[in-house]
């Protein structure tokens, strides 16, 4: 399968990885936020300003994908780190079925 | 609640081209174990060919041959009283109207009366023009996608037909023949009524 | 073109063999198709060139494909049990050729027959409703509920926080439910099916079920018998409004064949 490497869909390749990341951290910055609201460790200015500041951060990751139009590539990055991440997880917890995969190639 | 065997043409593709027995590649020429590549009917069909041009040529191929012998099976245009052919031959005709131009096919029939060009299938005359309207005709040849192809250039009241066939020399060759004899007829009759 | 085409047979699948020897020129390209046996079993196979068949024609690929699923109906119709095969596996060589491969594969043949007789491959697809089934999460957890209906007077910031957090929260309880599904699942079609294969990819769904989220996809390998109780199983969940529960079949053993180490 030839993939056709030409100048546009490189920069989208690269953006949409860079893109995709960013996204990435954006939820466990989001995550971290949430725990730090449940531990009780921030006022409720603080927690204003975070949202509002998360809020920027997302309408200008937004605004990037659309402007590049990243929306597919970012997704197809995102899902195939989910299968690999979810691959390893069930190799990790049940290490039969990695067996098996190595003895069927 | 009730199994259903009726979705379709997808459901079987899949099973089709990613399940079922296959064999050892020493016994067998295959092209299963290909997975599918899109949900598209065109990419899952896509996933079976090994060969891109064999499956073109092939088709194409026996398209054109089925095309060819339903032509030759005899069934002749209708001709006037006291026509006679001549000359018959298979070629093409340059048709341009507005925004559709190609060369048509048919064969073409030189009578004592006129030429024209024939097709079968649906019957339709494509072209045609009697003896004495002819102008001028001029044979020569042109470079079409690459190839040097001969055509023949008719001249009809004003306008120019462009011809092709397999020997346009000797398609040339007959048309002046069918309009010296003519020539002969009129100037006969001429001196009869004369 | 080749200038030498070998002779070849088209196989459709291995049956256990009935009297009839021949099926009518029911094949791809209006071939005949008929048996080549040996002792109880035998090959349902069309001649034809060792060359596959290929084309970009869509509509004539499409007639192929079903004329090859026919040609394994009308063979289960007939002999009952059927090994089918892949579309376009071109034996080289002639009957005599077949001939050897079922005697040397006999008892490997003769044993996947006995393994599948009787049995029938199902194959179903369970679909949820993300907004029902958030739905029915939220109002079944107070908790939830509080949080949702305090998002609305927030300030936008945050909001924005606790819709995160109302988010994450579901996603878990959607999780929660679909194992809880599973699990109840699982132990019915243990006791149902002779085997499961799970659908890691699903290649197409019909329109009504695009929007919904998959939750799982199988195949199972049943008896006649026992697809009236996986039925009604598979009701009580199609019965639940946030599920919509896809079941097909019968299908001749596609995702169960094992015929991998047939020697030569």
């Known amino acids: 399968m030839a993939l056709e490497v030409d100048e546009r869909n490189l920069k989208q390749g690269l953006l949409g990885l860079v893109v995709a990341l960013v996204e990435i951290i954006q939820d466990l910055v989001e995550r971290q936020a949430i725990r730090r609201i449940e531990g009780g460790r921030l006022d409720?200015?603080?927690?204003?300003?975070?949202?509002?500041?998360?809020?920027?951060?997302?309408?200008?990751?937004?605004?990037?994908?659309?402007?590049?139009?990243?929306?597919?590539?970012?997704?197809?990055?995102?899902?195939?780190?989910?299968?690999?991440?979810?691959d390893l997880l069930n190799k990790f917890f049940n290490p039969e079925s990695w067996a098996e995969e190595v003895e069927e190639k | 609640m009730k199994p259903e065997r009726d979705y379709g043409l997808v459901d079987i593709l899949d099973r089709l081209l990613n399940k079922g027995a296959i064999l050892n590649a020493d016994l067998i020429i295959t092209v299963a174990g290909i997975p599918l590549i899109g949900l598209s009917l065109k990419a899952a069909l896509a996933s079976i060919e090994t060969m891109l041009d064999y499956g073109m040529l092939e088709a194409w191929d026996r398209e054109t041959r089925v095309w060819y012998k339903r032509q030759l099976v005899e069934s002749?245009?209708?001709?006037?009283?006291?026509?006679?052919?001549?000359?018959?031959?298979?070629g093409y005709i340059w048709y341009s109207e507005g925004l559709i131009s190609s060369w048509r096919p048919g064969f073409w029939y030189v009578t004592n009366v006129r030429i024209f060009l024939w097709r079968r299938e649906p019957e339709e005359a494509l072209f045609e023009v009697l003896l004495e309207k002819i102008g001028s005709i001029e044979a020569g040849s042109e470079i079409?996608?690459?190839?040097?192809?001969?055509?023949?250039?008719?001249?009809?009241?004003?306008?120019?037909?462009r011809i092709r066939s397999s020997d346009v020399l000797?398609?040339?060759?007959?048309?002046?023949?069918?309009?010296?004899?003519?020539?002969?007829?009129?100037s006969q009759s001429g001196r009869i009524q004369g | 073109m080749s200038e030498t085409a070998k002779e070849g047979r088209y196989i459709y699948s291995v049956v256990s063999s009935g009297p009839e020897s021949d099926l009518g020129d029911v094949g791809i390209e209006e071939n005949r198709v008929r048996l080549v046996p040996f002792g109880d079993i035998a090959a349902v196979v069309h001649s034809c060139l060792a060359e596959p068949y290929v084309t970009k024609d869509d509509e004539r690929a499409k007639e192929w494909v079903l004329e090859h699923s026919y040609v394994i109906d009308l063979a289960t119709e007939r002999f009952g049990t059927v090994l089918p095969f892949s579309f376009d596996v071109i034996f080289?060589?002639?009957?005599?050729?077949?001939?050897?491969?079922?005697?040397?594969?006999?008892?490997?043949?003769?044993?996947?027959?006995?393994?599948?007789?009787?049995?029938?491959?199902?194959?179903?697809?369970?679909?949820?409703?993300?907004?029902?089934?958030?739905?029915?999460?939220?109002?079944?957890?107070?908790?939830?509920?509080?949080?949702?209906?305090g998002i609305e007077n927030m300030p936008k910031g945050t909001a924005y926080l606790y819709q995160k957090k109302l988010d994450l929260k579901i996603k878990d309880g959607l999780l929660e439910e679909t194992a809880r599904l599973a699990k109840e699942l699982g132990a019915k079609i243990d006791e149902l099916a002779d085997e499961v294969k799970i659908?890691?990819?699903?290649?197409?769904?019909?329109?009504?079920?695009?929007?919904?989220?998959?939750?799982?996809?199988?195949?199972?390998?049943?008896?006649?018998?026992?697809?009236?109780?996986?039925g009604d199983l598979l009701e009580e969940i199609d019965k639940e409004d946030e599920y919509s529960v896809r079941f097909s079949g019968p299908w001749a053993p596609f995702s169960f064949v094992q015929l991998k180490g047939t020697r030569r």
């Open chain 2, 144 to 161: 079409d996608f690459g190839k040097e192809r001969e055509e023949l250039d008719m001249e009809v009241e004003g306008r120019i037909a």
């Open chain 3, 199 to 230: 659908e890691k990819k699903v290649s197409w769904v019909p329109d009504k079920y695009k929007e919904k989220m998959m939750i799982a996809a199988f195949s199972c390998l049943m008896r006649h018998d026992g697809v009236e109780a996986f």
């Open chain 2, 170 to 186: 000797e398609f040339e060759e007959a048309i002046r023949k069918a309009l010296t004899s003519q020539d002969i007829a009129q």
């Open chain 1, 44 to 86: 409720e200015d603080e927690i204003e300003r975070l949202g509002k500041a998360l809020i920027d951060l997302d309408e200008a990751i937004e605004k990037i994908k659309q402007d590049n139009d990243l929306e597919d590539v970012v997704n197809s990055v995102i899902s195939s780190l989910d299968d690999v991440a979810d």
């Open chain 3, 92 to 149: 080289i060589g002639d009957d005599e050729a077949v001939r050897d491969w079922l005697e040397e594969n006999y008892d490997l043949l003769k044993g996947e027959l006995e393994r599948v007789k009787g049995e029938a491959e199902y194959t179903v697809q369970i679909f949820c409703d993300e907004e029902k089934l958030t739905e029915k999460i939220v109002t079944a957890d107070s908790e939830l509920q509080r949080l949702r209906d």
């Open chain 2, 76 to 90: 002749a245009p209708h001709l006037a009283e006291g026509e006679v052919v001549h000359y018959k031959t298979f």
